[in-house]
């Protein structure tokens, strides 16, 4: 499986925006990137996906380089329910539906 | 629309016991996967069920099993319990069959503690 690459933690302050990069130089043509949060004593969540395009959703923007690369997660405003550990993960629509989870970054939101 | 079920939320068994988890998805949901999460080794895939067949498989000893019903619900079972199997085990849903990008919906784990 392809891998990612994220920072261990990150701070940010409430009600600014966040910038959680990803770094998945061996990605392949068929890999989805995905990002999943996983708050305290809860099972993961999904966020957004998306291929090539950049994408937005209610809770985020996903914006992907133009060669794949590398991606980042925007949090338009930061929460305090915000904090919680972040996963980008490679997806291969051809392999199943299995998530391969790396060390994820852990997000605090300072008040 | 009620979210993925599992039971029991917390349980504590002994070495060389064996124990059955259940996940019930959302309804509609036909693919259930099963992870295990610990400090050291993170959040691990176990398998993945779709219409009562095993469609994909982890990096796990044979002690892991799991099944899926005819109503989409899912158990797995671990045998032999070793200290090592402590860990939340989480159960995923997913509406998509043939179309394999789609979002998993979590429950929010069984916790086993070996003693």
């Known amino acids: 499986d392809a891998k990612t690459t994220q920072p261990n933690s990150m701070e940010s302050n409430e009600e600014e925006p966040v910038h959680l990069p990803c770094n998945h130089s061996t990605i392949s043509g068929t890999d989805y990137i995905h990002w999943y949060r996983q708050l305290p004593s809860q099972g993961p969540e999904y966020v957004i996906h998306?291929?090539?395009s950049n994408v937005n959703n209610r809770m985020a923007s996903l914006a992907i380089a133009e060669d794949r690369k590398s991606s980042t997660l925007i949090l338009h405003r930061a929460t305090l329910r915000d904090a919680a550990v972040y996963y980008c993960?490679?997806?291969?629509?051809?392999?199943?539906?299995?998530?391969?989870f790396g060390s994820g970054t852990q997000l605090t939101v300072l008040p | 629309k009620a979210g993925v079920t599992q039971t029991p939320r917390y349980l504590i068994k002994t070495r060389g016991q064996q124990v059955t988890l259940s996940c019930s998805p959302i309804?509609?949901?036909?693919?259930v996967s099963w992870y295990q999460q610990t400090p050291g080794q993170g959040l691990q895939f176990l398998f993945e069920?779709?219409?009562?067949?095993?469609?994909n498989k982890g990096n796990f000893p044979g002690r892991f099993s799991g099944r899926q019903f005819s109503n989409s619900r899912s158990e797995m079972n671990v045998s032999t319990l070793e200290l090592g199997d402590s860990a939340l085990y989480l159960c995923?849903?997913?509406?998509?069959?043939?179309?394999?990008?789609?979002?998993?919906?979590f429950g929010e784990g069984s916790r086993l503690t070996v003693l």
């Open positions: 069920y779709f219409s009562e067949t095993q469609r």
């Open positions: 995923a849903s997913s509406p998509r069959t043939v179309l394999n990008t789609g979002e998993l919906f």
């Open positions: 309804s509609g949901h036909r693919s």
């Open positions: 993960i490679l997806r291969d629509v051809g392999r199943g539906r299995q998530l391969t």
């Open positions: 998306g291929l090539t």
